[in-house]
C-alpha cells in the first residue's frame, strides 16, 4: 500500500522556519520524483519544490526561490522541506507528490497544514 505522510507543519512566524517531512512507504522511493505543493484558500494548488530522481537535481517556484530548500534521503525513503524566511503568503496546506520516472505513476499525500502569522 502506497503511503505519503506528511509532518511538521504547523505555525511559523513571518521570518521564521519550519521543515516538512514527507514519509514515503509501498513503492520504489529511488525511482520516484518528489515534489512538494501547496493550496491556499481560493487558489489553485501550486509547485513548490521538486527533486528528481536519480540525480537529485531540484527545482523551484518562482515564489519559494531562495527561501526554500528541498532534499531527500534514501535510505530514509523521505522528502524534506526547509522553508527559512517565512512570509505570510506562504500559509497554505502543503501536499507531498511522487511521481515515477519509470511509469508515470503519481500518488499525493494527504496535506499539512502550514500558517504562518505574527
Known amino acids: 500500500q502506497v503511503q505519503l505522510v506528511e509532518s511538521g507543519g504547523g505555525l511559523g512566524q513571518p521570518g521564521g522556519s519550519l521543515r516538512l517531512s514527507c514519509a514515503a512507504s509501498g513503492f520504489t522511493f529511488s525511482v520516484y520524483h518528489m515534489s512538494w505543493y501547496r493550496q491556499a484558500p481560493g487558489k489553485e494548488r501550486e509547485m513548490v519544490a521538486r527533486?528528481?530522481?536519480?540525480?537529485?537535481?531540484?527545482d523551484y517556484g518562482d515564489s519559494v526561490k531562495g527561501r526554500f530548500t528541498i532534499s531527500r534521503d534514501s535510505a530514509k525513503s523521505t522528502v524534506f522541506l526547509q522553508m527559512n524566511s517565512l512570509k505570510l503568503e506562504d500559509t497554505a496546506v502543503y501536499y507531498c507528490?511522487?511521481?515515477?520516472?519509470?511509469?508515470?505513476?503519481?500518488?499525493w499525500g494527504q496535506g499539512t497544514q502550514v500558517t504562518v502569522s505574527s
Open positions: 527533486i528528481f530522481s536519480p540525480h537529485g537535481v531540484t
Open positions: 507528490n511522487a511521481v515515477s520516472r519509470w511509469s508515470g505513476a503519481n500518488y
